[in-house]
């Protein structure tokens, strides 16, 4: 039996570096999309071991937040939130960024 609607979660925020970003572009209907690649690294905790965790991930910001995150240097740490979606039936999910915020490092 599937799950309601309301019980259905798609949500994903991750600390990563703007690896790489493709020049801003619009759709047919002038809205900026831009497709980037973000690289997270991290040690996380599985069944009770540490564990070195690197991957990078697709993404594409659209709208407001595209014109934003197009200001950003690459190498910039970020928080990233959004959704995880594809273009296509059976490809590689990417990240759809809804929001993003500076990071802040303890010194």
Sequence with gaps: ????????????TITAILAAKEPLRYSPAGVPILNCRLVHQS???EAGLPRSVT?????????????KLESKQPETELQFTGFL???????????????????????
């Design 55 to 67: 991957c990078e991930i697709p993404a594409v910001a659209v709208g407001d937040i595209a014109a």
């Design 43 to 45: 040690e996380q905790i």
């Design 1 to 12: 039996m599937p799950l309601p609607e309301e019980l259905k979660q798609n949500r994903l």
């Design 85 to 107: 979606a594809t273009k296509r039936r059976f490809e590689t999910a990417e990240l759809h960024i809804v929001e993003f915020m500076e990071t802040t490092r303890a010194g």
